[in-house]
């Protein structure tokens, strides 16, 4: 099982930015797909979540700017993040969760900046 995200990259103040993470291999009845985040000298963290049956969790620092998805064909979950800001600035991290097997998968990140 791999994890491929990508959309990273480097914006300025108040722009947007897609992160896509697309799950390859013996992937099926995926449970919760999560976005987390680490920025340099903190702790991961945990910015949204979407579950199987679509129910969605945002961190409070991210609600009403970013909005995940999922395409649960294509074993894929995005994160659209708009108004960001300079803290948003972070390695930005894909994770599912398989019940079934209690094992989780992550992808290996993807660079997000935001210039002020």
């Known amino acids: 099982v791999q994890l491929q995200a990508s959309g990273g990259g480097l914006v300025q103040v108040g722009g947007s930015l897609r992160l896509s993470c697309a799950g390859s291999?013996?992937?099926?009845?995926?449970?919760?797909m999560n976005w987390y985040r680490q920025a340099l000298g903190k702790e991961r963290e945990l910015v949204a979540r979407?579950?199987?049956?679509?129910?969605?969790y945002y961190a409070d620092p991210v609600k009403g700017r970013f909005t995940i998805s999922r395409d649960k064909a294509q074993n894929t979950v995005y994160l659209q993040m708009n108004s960001l800001k300079p803290e948003d600035t972070a390695v930005y991290y894909c994770?599912?969760?398989?019940?079934?097997?209690?094992?989780?998968?992550w992808g290996k990140g993807t660079q997000v900046t935001v210039s002020s």
């Open positions: 994770n599912m969760y398989i019940l079934l097997r209690a094992t989780e998968y």
């Open positions: 291999g013996s992937i099926s009845d995926i449970n919760n």
């Open positions: 979407i579950s199987s049956g679509g129910n969605t």
